[in-house]
């Protein structure tokens, strides 16, 4: 439901800073905005409480980023706040993001490793993903040290587990289903 939603809203800033001819701008407002909200437990726990009126979420917000919100991005957010949909203000950003890259030709596919990955591994796997899906690819990658090895790539509505510890689920699997006689 989360995902319809963030979807909808995505679609509408990215119509609106076509108009504007303003997609960079928007773009790099929305995620500086996201960052800010997810690193600030304060400030998310305000924009998401019932009880704050939403003139003073949207002052929180004002006072907590270093920089003047544009017309457009305060327009946004506090359609957002009004309509209650404020808590899914991340899944908006990752799908706004995702949005803009499409317009662009490009992808980003989100990479979980168990260790860092090194910058000859990071272009040899964007070489890869490009090639497989047609398209400019760009990393994001995390490091997850539970993974153990290899690596876990979303791309889109994909995933693909090259991971020990998937390694290791699979083969689990496959012991589990053997009948002994």
């Known amino acids: 439901?989360?995902?319809?939603?963030?979807?909808?809203?995505?679609?509408?800033?990215?119509?609106?800073?076509?108009?504007q001819k303003t997609v960079d701008a928007i773009s790099a407002e929305m995620q500086a905005i996201q960052k800010t909200v997810e690193s600030n437990?304060?400030?998310?726990?305000?924009?998401?409480?019932?009880?704050?009126?939403?003139?003073?979420?949207?002052d929180a917000l004002r006072r907590v980023l270093k920089e003047k919100l544009s017309g457009t991005m305060e327009n946004f957010?506090?359609?957002l706040i009004l309509k209650k949909r404020i808590k899914h203000l991340g899944a908006v950003a990752e799908h706004f993001e995702r949005l803009c890259y499409e317009m662009k030709g490009k992808a980003i596919a989100r990479v979980l490793s168990g260790s860092p990955l090194s910058a000859s591994q990071k272009d040899a796997l964007s070489k890869k993903l490009s090639q497989m899906f047609g398209t400019?690819?760009?990393l994001r990658e995390e490091v997850k040290p539970g993974l153990i090895g290899?690596?876990?790539?979303?791309?889109?509505d994909q995933r693909m587990d090259g991971s020990v510890l998937g390694q290791l689920e699979?083969?689990?699997q496959r012991l589990v289903k053997v009948e002994i006689d």
Do not use: C
């Open 170 to 172: 699979r083969m689990k």
């Open 1 to 19: 439901m989360e995902s319809v939603i963030a979807e909808k809203y995505a679609v509408a800033l990215l119509q609106v800073a076509r108009d």
């Open 77 to 79: 957010l506090m359609l």
């Open 41 to 58: 437990e304060n400030l998310k726990t305000t924009l998401e409480h019932p009880r704050v009126k939403a003139g003073e979420k949207l």
């Open 150 to 156: 290899g690596v876990m790539i979303y791309l889109g």
């Open 136 to 138: 400019a690819v760009e």
